[in-house]
């Protein structure tokens, strides 16, 4: 049973910063691409961002392009989403995923959410 | 941008019967199509991908067709626990390379009790 654990997510004002992570466990995480996916209160799925399985392509939704940033360390296990200039519509649970297969990008595994909520 | 639009916004079925949930894509996406369940206050859930097949450990009255730009989900005798907001979404369109591409979802399709 695969496991995604995020982190770091809060209550933060709106043009700050914040960085969540992702531990997974039970797969050998520098093999798969990985992504951030969000959910607005009460709203459906957005994609945000994905990287590849050694970190070399990132991409961003034009809707966070030049305030997030996705990477990732394999060696850590880790993987990170950095937000900057956060709007209130940003507020949303993020969830990490896991691509069941490199080269195609759904999502096998999921992680329990981290909530982020922004507002002054 | 590749735009996927599903219907009905709100599916009311008894347990035991027929459940079909139609996804629009605005453009061919071929069969790079998943379907997700997502329960209240829970992640998402595989239950299909390639159009047509059944993610690990999903049981058999979930079935995917379709290709292109037409999709159905079909749960054919609805459990207790199958009342739950299903998603498709599209993975044609990777990398994104234009501007709005990228991976999107459907706004969701809610099964409730009739």
């Known amino acids: 049973q695969v496991q995604l654990v995020e982190s770091g997510g809060g209550v933060v004002q709106p043009g700050t910063s914040l960085r969540l992570s992702c531990a997974p466990s039970t797969f050998v995480f520098r093999t798969y691409a990985m992504h951030w996916v969000r959910q607005a209160p009460g709203k459906g799925l957005e994609w945000v961002a994905g990287i590849s399985y050694d970190g070399s392509d990132k991409y961003n939704s034009d809707s966070v392009k030049g305030r997030f940033t996705i990477s990732r360390d394999n060696s850590k296990n880790t993987l990170y989403l950095q937000m900057d200039s956060l709007r209130p519509e940003d507020t949303a649970v993020y969830y990490c995923a896991k691509v069941r297969v490199r080269g195609v990008m759904f999502f096998d595994s999921w992680g329990q959410g981290a909530l982020v909520t922004v507002s002054s | 941008e590749i735009v996927m639009t599903q219907s009905p916004d709100t599916l009311s079925v008894s347990p035991g019967e027929r459940a079909t949930l139609s996804c629009r894509a605005s453009?061919?996406?071929?069969?790079?199509l998943a379907w997700y369940q997502q329960k209240p206050g829970q992640a998402p859930r595989l239950l299909i991908y390639?159009?047509?097949t059944r993610a690990t450990g999903i049981p058999a009255r979930f079935s995917g067709s379709g290709s292109g730009t037409e999709f159905t989900l079909t749960i054919s005798s609805l459990q207790s626990e199958d009342f739950a907001v299903y998603y498709c979404q599209q993975y044609k369109d990777w990398p994104p390379l234009t501007f709005g591409g990228g991976l999107t979802f459907g706004g969701g399709t809610k099964v409730d009790i009739k």
């Open positions: 453009q061919s996406v071929s069969s790079n």
């Open positions: 390639a159009a047509s």
